[in-house]
């Protein structure tokens, strides 16, 4: 679930070059999933060549796991460590450095139709958080195997976005809860990412389309993880943020976030 263990530690970053009048950009930004639309990414389970399942969102993550409680290499600097709970239901724990990111329970509705996941875990600032995400099945006829498609997901504690300008032209963003940091100009260059739990060589650049828009591009160790473009509302007030994956673009996700 991209959206709620990655793109929510890197997405929600803006940056305006050196004017006169007061950056709109500056202050708190909550997430208001109400007015977010995070639903129709997929992803597919399926038998790979070496007898293991094999997970791919179809973009940027993609690797081979068995479900037999040892970790696997997933996407960055994360392991994927799967077992079994009871029939038609799983839980699969993501680690980063042998520390616990995120469990997520898996469970298979008894028709088979419906994957209804839960993701539970602290963040590095001590909070907690309760998400939830379901998908329906859209091919395969049996357990896991097959493509999914996320039809409602639930956020229990969206994170507050702090953007200031420490200098002219210099825009510094940070979001508390994961305690990650960019700082940088909006010229077109790659800014690293900071954060405990973002793998090393995460960056964000962002080309400024006009006073109020940005276009972004996230990479990690140079290589395209995602695309996206923040729209300023006229008053000021709020913000969206449509963002997808590489060779995804239709499934392009949106998060709007109101000025605290």
């Known amino acids: ?39 129709g990414d997929t992803f597919t389970f ?28 997933a996407w960055g600097n994360r392991t994927a ?18 520390k616990t990111l995120a469990t997520i329970h898996r469970s298979l509705s008894a028709d088979g139709k419906t994957l209804s996941n839960t993701y539970t875990g602290t963040k590095p600032d001590g909070s907690s958080f309760n998400d939830t995400a379901t998908y329906t099945r859209v091919s395969g006829t049996k357990g896991l195997e097959g493509k999914w498609r996320s039809t ?3 956020v229990s504690a969206p994170d507050n976005f702090v953007i200031s300008e420490p200098s002219a032209g210099t825009m510094r963003w940070e979001l508390p809860s994961e305690k990650a940091s960019v700082e940088g100009k909006a010229d077109g260059s790659d800014l ?23 276009s972004y591009v996230e990479k990690l160790n140079g290589k ?14 709020s913000y969206t943020d449509v963002s997808w994956s590489p060779g995804k673009e239709s499934e392009k996700q949106t998060a709007f976030y109101v000025k605290q």
């Open 192 to 214: 690293t990412i900071n954060g405990p739990t973002l793998p090393p060589g995460m960056t964000i650049a962002f080309k400024p389309e006009g006073r109020h828009k940005f």
């Open 1 to 39: 679930m991209k959206k709620l263990i990655l793109a929510f530690a890197v997405a929600a970053f803006a940056a305006l070059p050196a004017i006169a009048a007061e950056n709109p950009w500056v202050g708190t930004w909550k997430l208001d999933m109400a007015k977010s639309h995070f639903t």
């Open 224 to 237: 395209v993880q995602g695309y996206g473009i923040q729209t300023l509302a006229a008053d000021g007030k």
């Open 46 to 73: 399926s038998k790979a060549a070496n007898g293991m399942m094999h997970f791919s969102d179809g973009s940027i993550e993609s690797y081979d796991f068995n479900v037999d409680g040892k970790p696997y290499q």
């Open 81 to 98: 460590t799967w077992t079994a709970d009871g029939n038609n239901a799983w839980n699969q724990v993501v680690e980063v450095d042998g």
């Open 152 to 154: 409602k997901v639930t």
